[in-house]
């Protein structure tokens, strides 16, 4: 065993056993290669990660080569979920240095932790176009064995140019007044989306691709016919092709094809917590039913193979896992070959249902992974029924019993593994998507479970001194909270609020904007993705990331203006208002030429910019309250400060005011000018349709 033996992180626990003597990331390795005087091997991955595994079976499980990496570097191994921060800066020289990103990252750095070379997976033998894993080590350690001068010289100019690069839009943040207009960039912004659109699949850009996450929260937002329609086709696309899983729900990180017909197995937590809401919002504004049934999809996945005990959520299902032969394998689990699929549909219900059920789900003698079939929604209920000359009441029958046998039949595969940590940010996504859901579609379980994950992670990151923890795993927590952490959870709250008007989220969000704001701005006034408290000037981390892009995950800063907004615009705390409008309008030149970079940045100008409107719904849940705040929670109200106070409130949009002669009353205001107070739901459902 390495020195990962003792690591709470399941990905650095996967390498335990290597014979490669790791490191985890921390000071004391870059002394060891300070002593030794030899460079540092950063291996960067995470645990679902299909190529990190390939690289560990090929490279770091070979006793000789690992007995050569031994001696001539210090070798630490990272997992990317728990120091996205680390992994910024890496990525961003392997950016610079091939143009393009991915992991496992492989980055060979002097003993002050400066990268001078990086790529990601190398082979364990040649082949054409990429070295050998064993051939990169050695001419690494050649170059700084004979010409480590030019080496280093290399290290300083990279690290200029990621310096650069994570450089902020402007020198400093100016606070924005709110009297101060904010730019439009919306009608640039959504004529560069549609140009960049695939009008035959969907979706935008060719292949690999990943789900817009980002754009997709924009344009479901926007008032824009074509905004909606954009964002329709490409949910559509995701829900009816491979990426998605039609037997058990869930999505897949990426497809591999322009079509969406074949996905990179893996499922993550962020992806679906950020896709379930989205399709909330397309039924919302389109009325068809898929989509709410892909909500629902995304649901049942997450309820059943992502829950833990405490009603958190784990981070996500690997993409291998063991085949018949019992090679671990990707695609192993969801894969089909047309001869055990008609074999598995015949046994049950006789080859006659095999063509219906071909028919359904996309099903053909050689598919396109590997020859084998990847299931997929490719015809519904009304489709089958024409074709097969039969009711629309037959065909969903018929359908919905062929996935509960073939769900049952796969279940007795060799399960994937799952990767049980729990990680503060991604329960804030979960947190967010489902209650945001759950309130538009008006499904009060789906509330529960977000109520659940909010009280886990409660119970398991505060620290007790008013810091945070980032992870939890085998009941042990640890990792100091980063901006994405208290950005992500802090939103989550306030959406919660929003769904069910307990006013105990808002104190809690309150925590998370204060702690922003006491912590994580630099000098000029920047959010930056470490706290100034928890960073070690001195320590291997030369680089302080900081990002206003969006990733798989909504950009940090951007989350962290919109949480600090949010909450002054209800305390009515003016210089944190402007401090959030200053982070995010020098964005909007930007944005409008590269709207799915900086699409976070579009919705956040969208709500800013719209009139201060708030709504408040005091006095007791027995008094009219509840029904009141029903009609709250069921309108998406971006633009909107909201707030529940059953009780006697002190901030400025409930101070004073309690019931109407007994009754519950509702507040419908401008800049905290309120109209007359309303006490039927009905009349304050009309007063908000403004919204």
Wanted: net charge negative; aromatic share 8%; glycine share 8%.
């Amino acid at each position: 065993m390495n020195a990962l033996a003792d690591a709470a992180s399941p990905y650095l626990l996967q390498h335990a056993d290597d014979p490669v003597d790791w490191r985890p990331w921390g000071a004391d390795a870059f002394a060891e290669a300070r002593r030794r005087d030899v460079p540092v091997l950063v291996s960067i991955g995470y645990a679902t990660c299909h190529w990190c595994h390939v690289m560990q079976r090929e490279s770091f499980r070979d006793p000789e080569l690992a007995a050569h990496l031994n001696d001539r570097f210090v070798a630490i191994k990272i997992d990317r979920e728990e120091h996205p921060d680390v992994d910024a800066v890496y990525m961003a020289a392997l950016q610079a240095m091939r143009g393009h990103g991915g992991w496992p990252l492989t980055a060979v750095a002097d003993p002050d932790g400066r990268p001078f070379f990086a790529g990601t997976y190398f082979p364990a033998t040649e082949r054409p176009g990429i070295p050998s894993f064993r051939r990169v080590l050695d001419a690494i350690f050649e170059a700084w064995t004979d010409r480590r001068e030019a080496l280093l010289e290399d290290a300083a100019t990279l690290e200029a140019h990621v310096r650069r690069g994570m450089a902020a839009p402007t020198p400093r943040v100016d606070p924005a007044p709110r009297e101060a207009a904010l730019p439009d960039p919306s009608a640039d912004a959504l004529a560069a989306l549609a140009a960049q659109e695939d009008p035959r699949h969907g979706g935008f850009g060719d292949a690999p691709k990943f789900p817009p996450h980002a754009a997709l929260r924009w344009l479901t937002t926007r008032p824009e016919p074509e905004a909606i329609a954009l964002a329709e086709r490409t949910l559509t696309a995701l829900h009816r092709g491979g990426i998605t899983d039609p037997l058990a729900g869930g999505v897949a990180r990426y497809a591999t094809d322009a079509a969406w017909a074949v996905p990179h197995f893996e499922k993550m937590l962020y992806d679906n917590a950020q896709l379930l809401p989205r399709f909330a919002e397309a039924y919302l504004a389109t009325g068809t039913t898929a989509h709410a049934r892909a909500a629902g999809a995304i649901v049942a996945w997450l309820e059943a193979e992502m829950r833990l005990e405490d009603g958190a959520f784990a981070t996500a299902l690997d993409a291998d896992s063991l085949d018949e032969d019992g090679r671990s394998r990707e695609g192993a689990f969801y894969a089909w070959t047309g001869r055990a699929f008609d074999a598995a549909v015949a046994e049950a219900y006789g080859e006659a249902e095999v063509p219906f059920a071909r028919a359904a789900f996309g099903v053909v003698d050689a598919g396109p992974f590997e020859g084998a079939n990847v299931l997929r929604e490719a015809a519904d209920a009304a489709t089958l029924a024409d074709r097969f000359d039969t009711t629309d009441v037959d065909a969903d029958r018929r359908l919905e019993a062929l996935r509960m046998l073939l769900h049952g039949v796969r279940s007795r595969r060799p399960r994937p593994a799952r990767d049980d940590k729990v990680l503060l940010s991604l329960q804030g996504l979960a947190i967010q998507g489902l209650a945001r859901a759950a309130r538009l579609l008006e499904e009060p379980r789906w509330l529960d479970l977000a109520r659940g994950a909010a009280d886990a992670a409660l119970a398991r990151f505060p620290a007790g001194d008013g810091t945070w923890w980032r992870r939890a795993h085998a009941g042990r927590v640890g990792l100091p909270a980063l901006l994405e952490d208290h950005a992500s959870f802090g939103l989550a709250l306030l959406e919660l609020h929003h769904a069910d008007g307990d006013p105990r989220w808002l104190a809690a969000a309150d925590v998370h904007a204060d702690r922003i704001w006491a912590a994580f701005r630099d000098e000029d006034g920047h959010p930056t993705s470490v706290a100034q408290d928890a960073r070690d000037a001195d320590g291997p981390l030369r680089v302080a990331p900081r990002s206003v892009v969006d990733g798989p995950q909504p950009s940090d800063a951007l989350a962290a203006a919109e949480l600090v907004w949010r909450v002054a615009r209800r305390t009515g705390d003016g210089d944190r208002e402007a401090w959030a409008r200053g982070v995010v309008a020098p964005l909007a030149d930007g944005a409008a030429k590269h709207p799915q970079a900086l699409a976070s940045a579009l919705y956040l100008l969208d709500v800013m910019r719209a009139p201060p409107r708030e709504v408040a719904v005091t006095g007791p849940d027995d008094a009219g309250g509840a029904e009141l705040w029903a009609a709250v929670a069921a309108r998406p109200l971006d633009g909107w400060i909201v707030q529940r106070a059953p009780t006697p409130d002190d901030g400025p949009l409930t101070q004073g005011r309690t019931t109407v002669d007994g009754r519950a009353a509702a507040w419908v205001c401008e800049g905290f000018a309120c109209r007359l107070p309303l006490t039927d739901p009905d009349d304050l459902g009309g007063a908000l349709l403004v919204g």
